[in-house]
């Protein structure tokens, strides 16, 4: 008697129950994760695609306009520039019959399934945390709780001059820095998933707590919800299929990751296969607030050479050492003596400069250049006689 219609039959039953516990798994993590970010519905897109993050560059204008004198435009433009490719990685991992026979199934192969697991999301988490510090958004505070605030407002202005709304910020601090600062203090800590975090302090919708490795001490990172975003590579693509690679992924519509198992009768060793394309990424990079923490109230030094410029009227500026990522040049001019500047002074009011520019200047009057962050506070500054072409 034949069998009847629409029987599950073996050769239908092509995905372990190993193989689903996995996928399942790992996609929960990131759908948490994606939750306590606020990051919106992950974005798909094809292998080799360039991820680009964004800026603004330009350069105020003197706002010092004489009466009745036409006010100069101050031109500022967003560029873009590659950060990744996004690719396929491929991962694997192989447990042998001894080991399995010596340890058991769920020390030897389960035990190490969830290693496999940890790593793969901690390896995206972790080129996230890298890129998250070279924001250039920066500033500078004596203390952590000013640390955190700034860099909250920082962001939040940040989004307001592009004419974005920022429902929420994620701070990202060193974890020693958070128990050092609330010592006995009661608040909760959450950890799952691998993730320790903080919800709803100090106006941020969450703080992550990140190791030494992932984020130095005396550093306190924030960014909008709205500028990070998750693109993937869906691992079930047709090409891959008909290519005989086929990897079990998630039952959902998001496929972030493939897995597949099998027994390698040639080595008796039970095999494991990861795929993915997996990309965590924040949009703007001057969108990141990066706020270094310091006692040291001492003024850095610049040393600032003025040269004859290229037209008349004008010097041209050496400065050492380089402007540091995220920062700034100001300067102001003096008859008499070369302008003064304290740590910590705001030289909000001064030119700003974009450390190649021709000035236009007298000879023989006084040069000072100040290095400064984000907030127009003084870190380093440095000055000259002014030497300009006749």
Not at 26 to 47: A, T, V
Not at 266 to 273: D, G, L, M, P
Request: overall charge negative; proline content about 2%.
């Amino acid at each position: 008697m034949a069998a009847k219609e629409n029987l599950i039959k073996t050769a239908d039953v092509q995905v372990t129950a190993r193989e689903v516990d996995f996928v399942t798994r790992f996609e929960r993590n990131w759908e948490h994760l994606r939750e306590i970010l606020g990051i919106m519905r992950p974005i798909k897109k094809q292998p080799n695609t360039k991820l680009k993050s964004k800026y603004a560059e330009g350069v105020l204008e003197s706002g010092n306009v004489g009466e009745g004198e036409e006010i100069p435009y101050s031109k500022f433009v967003v560029k873009e520039k590659d950060y990744a490719d996004i690719t396929i990685e491929k991962y694997a991992k192989a447990v042998s019959i001894e080991s399995i026979k010596d340890h058991g199934y769920d020390n030897a192969v389960q035990m190490t399934d969830d290693e496999f697991l940890f790593q793969l999301q901690s390896d995206v988490t972790g080129r996230f945390y890298s890129y998250l510090n070279t924001g250039t958004l920066t500033a500078t505070e004596t203390t952590f709780q000013m640390a955190l605030a700034m860099a909250k407002g920082l962001v939040e202005n940040k989004f307001k001059t592009m004419h974005r709304t920022a429902t929420g910020t994620v701070g990202f601090v060193n974890v020693l820095d958070v128990y050092e600062y609330l010592g006995a203090a009661d608040i909760t800590i959450q950890n799952q998933f691998g993730f320790q975090y903080i919800k709803d302090f100090m106006g941020f919708n969450t703080i992550f707590l990140l190791s030494e490795d992932e984020i130095q001490r005396g550093r306190v990172i924030a960014t909008p919800v709205e500028n990070i975003v998750l693109y993937y590579v869906d691992p079930n693509d047709s090409d891959f299929v008909r290519a005989g690679l086929v990897y079990t992924v998630s039952a959902g519509e998001t496929n972030l990751i493939g897995f597949h198992t099998q027994g390698n009768y040639n080595t008796a060793v039970s095999e494991a296969f990861a795929i993915m394309g997996l990309t965590l990424f924040a949009e703007y990079i001057d969108a990141i607030a990066v706020v270094t923490i310091t006692d040291d109230t001492t003024l850095g030094t610049l040393t600032v050479d003025s040269a004859e410029g290229s037209t008349a009227g004008t010097t041209k500026l050496t400065v050492s050492p380089t402007l540091e990522t995220g920062h700034l040049y100001k300067y102001k001019t003096n008859a008499s003596t070369a302008p003064e500047v304290n740590y910590g002074q705001s030289v909000r009011n001064w030119t700003a400069w974009d450390g190649k520019s021709d000035i236009a200047a007298t000879t023989g009057e006084y040069i000072t250049v100040v290095e400064c962050d984000n907030t127009y506070k003084a870190l380093k500054s440095g000055n000259d006689t002014i030497a300009s072409k006749a």
